[in-house]
């Protein structure tokens, strides 16, 4: 009797976690029909439908502008770059602010914080004479600075979290064999706060690579550009071919799918054998 | 141990890097725009400094709708707080423990963070669509027509429509955040308290979601930031209308900024929305004044 | 971790190198010309032309390495203006004369090209054509392309309905119930961007007041508060009651909103002449060749001459004060526009602001439709939100979107438009 009542609820448990799975599926099953239809389809006859004739010239389309291999190419450098340097400065960070002692810790904490609360637009004319100035504009440099610079306070909010809950036994311990600090944040510390790590690297990697107004404002010579912005190239003045745009959208997303797959493992790896445990 | 943690040395060599790209590029570019909002300034040529005019006027003149804006917002701060965060705190709880496929439903149910923000906002026109519309269509089908709607069309519903949207996109986001830290309690805690015979609701009450408040202070902290700053899902959806019906503050910053020529007055937006998201964050941390727990 | 780290580092590595060496290639010693516009796709008329004359004038210029940047509309305006108040213009760039262009004018960063006219380049010209790139006597831009507002039918869908095409505003109305009787839209607009709602007053007020009423009002000579105003938002917000548009225009983008009619759903539209390239385009339409023409209805009771138009030539190429080699950047600037008059009429993207020889060009039937009632046009009005400053622009297109959600009062709207003067 009891595990009758037991089964029905887990089936209604899974019937519910599915649902919702294919609501939030249903985004990226539109994204891939988009890309396939004609402008036709995508807002008069079929919005929503499975495309009907499918149109993969569309992908020719995109992969005929010539250039994407080398926007591609750009994104992928000035994301790696972002994550790869952030990471490093936010985690260091972090750490001074999160485990060592020192009076103006949360002063610290607040004042990187800022950075999440500027509205990003009003930074855009300061930045521009900035990058101008500097000679960083138009070049990979005019996008990472800022990128790394607006993706720190995040990284560092949730580094501090996760870097508070470590127990403060494993620093002592380590101290005890005469290990500096240096040595604890790099072979202690760092390890330990691995999926936070990589949680991190999916958000910095999503707003770097989705990022359309620096990247756009600073960015000038077409050899720098990024696919965000090559792809929002597609959009015409008064007439686009919306699923060409869709491909080229496809073609954006479809590393970020990749990647997200494989951080997501790593966070996963990371809980399995026991990162953290008391 | 005490020693080691107070080195000077080592918290400048450790803080120093970050604060030094961050103040130029982040800071230093915001102290300006402070600066241009004491001016009228139309972007280009000549300026006149004006004092806090600029201020003044916005909260004065309703055609500037800064004060709507900043209701709205508020509004929206509002769902994400109680609503957004419960649904994404259920979410990672249910699929933290004992579940099969936890990878998969953990991954799929993150899918609309990762599409970018013009893809899931042209999917909305395309659902909202007042003729073609799937969600008028369903409404048909269901024999419930007359609930059928101009969804973003009709200034007295686009904002609960527009809001939907950003609340269930990101919906995933503070859900991995919060299954992140679940996953981080030791293993060894909910065996103890399992032996003890506690239910599954019982362990998710009492130990998951105590251990997991600075992650939840830390989710409420970004849904408020965002929510107080969104700018490109209401920008791709609605454009501040229909009629001003859904402007935010971002948006009233921006149309001053670039199609108004106002600098000065996008400026002075720019600035209270990060003071108000200032003295919201130090509210939120003194609110939570939650002990961390050793383990 | 580690993998992981290894491969963000190998990627860095691969993706540096190979930037690297595409940067190297390209560094040569040359005069250089960097061109900002916003024609990003060869799915405008524009872009097409653009890239053909680009092309001419290159091998004219070897010597000359042409750097463009071509960003798409709306990112476009915020580009150019925020590289305005940091004063880094590129050499060249696009900009639309009246009150967009105006700032950058008085500030003193456009470079005024009457110098470079003098040598017959004028002649050249068609009259009109600089009227809206001149400020305070100057010319700082040079056009090359008329827009021209057109109502354009679907003449099988007017056949099929035993509907005739309006000449008339009551013509107009009659049209509307007769297609609404049947469940069709009559016409259909993108209210959400506001400027394809906003033709509609403007257009109406080219009927009540006349093209030289509504141009000393735009500029400020006289007030908007006037009965010929209260007029034309009267007129609109008849054609809004009476069903002209689908109810839920207002969350209808331009884009979305033509499709209905591309596909033969919907029997008008009133747009600029830049639509008929699109129409006539088998991949992108399915009413080639079965589309009129006409310019808008005419009122019983305007003041306006039934001929005058909406329209007018606001689309340029500027020169920065700043540019490094002022000569060739004009230079570059008159060849292009000149050359692009012929090349964009010939694509039917409006009418030629250049005198340009019509011998062997041959153009639609529409395109023909268009340029026999504009030819005929005595007077014409810019849409207002291209002659206003920005801030009053965007406040009339709010207004007129007013007017759609059937929020303001004509009269209202005339009062609150006289208040931006």
């Known amino acids: 009797m009891n595990r009758t009542k037991q089964n029905v609820r887990k089936i209604a448990l899974y019937a519910g976690l599915i649902l919702i799975a294919l609501v939030q599926l249903f985004p990226l099953y539109w994204l891939f029909t988009f890309s396939l239809k004609d402008n036709m389809q995508i807002f008069t006859t079929n919005p929503l439908g499975l495309p009907n004739p499918y149109r993969f010239e569309n992908f020719a389309d995109v992969l005929q502008r010539g250039q994407v291999a080398s926007f591609l190419l750009n994104s992928l450098l000035v994301t790696t770059a972002t994550i790869a340097v952030s990471t490093v400065l936010s985690t260091m960070a972090a750490y001074a602010i999160a485990r060592m002692k020192w009076k103006w810790s949360n002063t610290a904490l607040l004042f990187f914080l800022m950075g999440m609360m500027i509205p990003l637009h009003a930074t855009l004319v300061p930045l521009f004479i900035f990058l101008k100035r500097t000679n960083l504009y138009d070049t990979p440099f005019a996008l990472i600075l800022p990128y790394v610079a607006f993706a720190i306070p995040m990284a560092i909010y949730i580094f501090v979290g996760f870097f508070k809950t470590i127990p403060a036994e494993m620093e002592e311990a380590a101290c005890l064999d005469g290990m500096s600090i240096y040595g604890i944040f790099v072979k202690i510390m760092v390890p330990l706060i691995r999926p936070a790590i990589a949680t991190v690297a999916i958000f910095t990697y999503l707003s770097c690579w989705n990022e359309l107004m620096f990247a756009i404002s600073f960015i000038s010579k077409p050899q720098w550009k990024t696919l965000t912005v090559g792809i929002m190239g597609m959009v015409g003045m008064y007439a686009t071919n919306w699923g060409a745009l869709g491909a080229g959208l496809v073609v954006a997303t479809v590393p970020t799918l990749i990647i997200y797959l494989l951080m997501s493992g790593e966070i996963q790896k990371s809980f399995t054998t026991g990162a953290i445990k008391g | ?295 | 971790m580690k993998r992981f780290s290894k491969i963000v580092a190998l990627l860095t590595v691969v993706a540096m190198t190979l930037t690297m060496l595409g940067g190297v290639a390209l560094a040569q010693e040359k005069k250089t010309l960097n061109v900002w516009h916003l024609w990003t796709t060869e799915s405008d008329a524009n872009a097409k032309s653009f890239n053909i004359v680009l092309k001419e004038w290159q091998a004219l210029h070897p010597d000359v390495d042409v750097v463009i940047d071509a960003t798409e509309n709306e990112a476009y305006k915020t580009k150019l203006k925020t590289a305005m108040a940091a004063n880094e213009v590129p050499d060249v760039f696009f900009a639309w004369g009246g009150g967009f262009a105006k700032p950058f004018v008085e500030a003193g960063q456009v470079l005024a090209l009457d110098d470079y006219l003098a040598d017959g380049t004028m002649d050249r010209l068609l009259g009109g054509a600089l009227d809206n790139v001149t400020y305070g006597g100057k010319t700082y831009g040079l056009t090359f392309i008329q827009w021209v507002g057109t109502l354009y039918c679907n003449k099988e869908m007017f056949d099929a309905n035993g509907v005739s095409i309006p000449t008339t505003n009551d013509e107009l109305l009659a049209a509307v119930a007769a297609f609404k009787a049947k469940g069709i839209v009559p016409i259909t607009v993108g209210a959400k961007d506001g400027w394809p709602a906003m033709f509609f007053q403007n257009v109406y007020a080219v009927r009540t007041a006349g093209a030289q009423l509504s141009n000393e009002a735009l500029s400020g000579a006289s007030s908007f508060n006037a009965p010929e105003f209260v007029a034309s938002a009267k007129y609109l917000d008849d054609l809004v009651k009476a069903g002209g548009f689908d109810p839920g225009a207002l969350a209808l983008t331009y884009d979305e909103a033509k499709m209905p009619f591309l596909a033969g759903q919907v029997p008008m539209i009133y747009q600029g002449s830049w639509l008929a390239g699109e129409i006539q385009d088998p991949t992108l339409s399915q009413v080639v060749d079965k589309v009129v023409a006409v310019n808008w209805p005419s009122l019983s009771d305007g003041k306006g001459d039934p001929n005058e138009i909406l329209g007018g030539a606001i689309d340029s190429l500027m020169v920065s004060n700043n540019a490094s080699d002022k000569e060739l950047a004009a230079d570059f600037v008159k060849y292009i526009t000149e050359n692009m008059s012929r090349e964009s009429f010939k694509l039917g993207a409006g009418i030629a602001t250049w005198k340009i020889d019509m011998a062997g060009i041959e153009v639609s039937q529409l395109v023909q439709n268009i340029i026999d009632f504009a030819s005929k046009s005595t007077g014409a009005v810019l849409a207002w939100d291209t002659f206003l400053s920005c801030e009053a622009a965007e406040r009339h297109k709010s207004l007129v979107q007013e007017i759609f959600a059937g929020q303001l009062s004509p009269e209202n709207f005339a009062l609150e438009m006289s208040k931006l003067q």
């Open chain 2, 1 to 295: 141990m005490d020693k080691v943690l107070r080195d000077r040395r080592a918290i400048a060599i450790f803080i120093l890097p970050a604060l030094l790209v961050f103040s130029s590029v982040v800071i230093l570019p915001i102290a300006f725009s402070g600066y241009y909002s004491l001016l009228e300034w139309n972007g280009a040529g000549k300026s006149t400094f004006i004092g806090l005019s600029n201020y003044l006027e916005m909260f004065t003149n309703p055609s500037t709708y800064f004060v709507k804006g900043i209701v709205n917002s508020a509004l929206l701060a509002g769902l994400s707080v109680f609503v957004q965060i419960p649904l994404a705190l259920g979410l990672a709880l249910l699929i933290s423990h004992g579940i099969r496929l936890e990878g998969f439903f953990r991954n799929v149910y993150f899918i609309p963070v990762i599409i970018s923000t013009t893809v899931i906002g042209q999917l909305w026109m395309k659902i909202y669509h007042p003729n073609n519309g799937m969600l008028n269509i369903l409404l048909t089908d269901l024999g419930l027509a007359a609930l059928k709607r101009n969804w973003l069309a009709d200034p007295s519903i686009s904002l609960g429509a527009a809001f939907f949207v950003l609340i269930w996109q990101y919906i995933g986001y503070h859900m991995l955040l919060m299954y992140s830290a679940i996953k981080a309690i030791p293993t060894s805690l909910y065996e103890a308290a399992e032996i003890d015979g506690c239910s599954k609701s019982q362990l998710s009450r009492h130990i998951a979601i105590p251990l997991i408040m600075p992650m939840i202070k830390v989710c409420v902290t970004f849904a408020l930031i965002g929510s107080l700053k969104t700018f490109d899902l209401i920008y791709v959806l609605t454009k501040g209308g229909p009629i001003h019906a859904t402007e935010v503050p971002t948006t009233l910053m921006f149309a001053n900024i670039f199609l108004n020529y106002r600098y000065g007055m996008g400026s002075a937006m720019a600035i209270f929305i990060l003071v108000e998201c200032l003295v919201l964050t130090v509210f939120v941390q003194r609110f939570f004044k939650v002990e961390n727990y050793e383990f």
